[in-house]
């Protein structure tokens, strides 16, 4: 009881910690010069100020050190933060090129697992759990710097990265609960606070934008944490189950890297074909397109947590659902086109359908009067 308390009361103050600093991680922004302008990619209209967040991280600094968390390898989960947070803080300043950028994450990346922390085995339906050997190293540096990039690729609408990355880890946390992790539980909760204080200053009308800052960290923490407590279990779907969670990212990001590939472009070449850029194309609002995406990754989570506890027979009934949803976020993306989106086309008839129903409604009852 005691611990459970404990927990929630460091839940609550980092979120209040992050909620109150982050206005002045905002004029900070400003008087420095770490502030996105605005041109033909983005959706603000206006100079934006970024950094915010340094405010996730402070929470998250906070809460580390009042829990303490009995964790192997985190003086090197640590240091390997710091160096991600820096590399986010320089590009907020001055905007530092994408190879600077992957090098810091592949630095941290190989900190974490020279430490020891790695994926050693993956459990799978039918093959059972198997030893990765070499392969582990080359895996956990793919996954680390793969999950950090995502998070920053989807940061493209006011309160998205955040959101996002606050279900994914609400997922886990439900997980490492059934499981009784507790320290996996304790770094989750350090995180999902300040995220959800910061959330507040940036939800549409976003006041401040998280920035490279809080968008890699985020990312790779959310690595991390899958690794330790994800990866880690022994359930039938332990290798699954953290690509389910983080499936929005994840595939939306593979998605751009064919497309990019096949269209021509470089990989690293930003485009307004992801996700949220589609919706938005589609006549969704900002808003609505950012609400509409949380119901994604809200989805998958509960598919998650679902996976780790359902028999092999049952979880197909799950698979089919997720792959569902996979392949709405194909076509979403502009991997897919024409008759090859039929989920997408089969929306858009729905929605001609009711607005051309209301529309008749309409014109019934101005007849009648």
Do not use: C
């Not at 909620?19 to 302008?37: E, H, N, R, S």
């Not at 509960?302 to 996979?326: K, N």
């Amino acid at each position: 009881m005691f611990e459970a308390i404990k927990l929630i009361a460091v839940f609550a103050l980092t979120t209040v910690i992050t909620l109150v600093i982050t206005p002045y991680i905002k004029k900070l922004a400003f008087k420095i010069g770490a502030t996105d302008q605005p041109n033909e990619r983005k959706t603000h209209v206006k100079i934006m100020p970024r950094l915010g967040g340094l405010g996730i991280v402070i929470g998250t600094a906070v809460g580390l050190l009042i829990l303490q968390p009995d964790i192997d390898h985190l003086w090197s989960v640590i240091i390997g933060g710091l160096i991600i947070t820096a590399v986010g803080v320089l590009d907020d300043l001055y905007t530092i090129r994408p190879s600077v950028k992957f090098s810091g994450q592949l630095i941290a990346a190989l900190i974490v697992v020279f430490s020891g922390l790695t994926i050693d085995t993956l459990t799978l339906p039918i093959i059972g759990r198997f030893e990765l050997g070499f392969l582990s190293t080359v895996i956990t540096i793919f996954w680390i710097v793969g999950v950090t990039n995502a998070i920053n690729l989807i940061d493209g609408l006011d309160g998205l990265a955040a959101g996002v990355s606050i279900i994914g880890m609400s997922s886990m946390f439900v997980i490492s609960l059934i499981d009784q992790q507790l320290a996996v539980m304790q770094l989750l909760l350090v995180v999902i606070g300040p995220s959800i204080g910061f959330l507040y200053h940036n939800f549409f009308p976003a006041k401040i934008f998280m920035g490279d800052t809080g968008a890699l960290f985020l990312g790779y923490v959310i690595s991390i944490i899958s690794i330790l407590g994800l990866f880690k279990n022994v359930t039938l779907f332990s290798f699954i189950v953290p690509i389910i969670i983080m499936a929005v990212p994840i595939f939306d990001t593979l998605f751009a890297i064919i497309r990019r590939a096949i269209s021509g472009q470089r990989i690293g070449e930003a485009d307004k074909k992801h996700i949220h850029h589609k919706l938005i194309a589609m006549g969704y609002s900002h808003r609505m397109t950012v609400l509409i995406i949380y119901g994604f990754s809200l989805f998958f989570g509960v598919m998650a947590i679902l996976f780790t506890s359902v028999t092999v027979q049952i979880s197909f009934i799950f698979v089919f659902f997720v792959l569902l949803g996979i392949q709405l976020i194909a076509e979403m993306t502009g991997i897919l086109e024409g008759r090859n989106r039929p989920v997408t086309n089969q929306i858009k008839k729905t929605k001609h359908f009711i607005h051309k129903n209301k529309k008749s409604t309409k014109q019934n009852e101005h007849k009648e009067k």
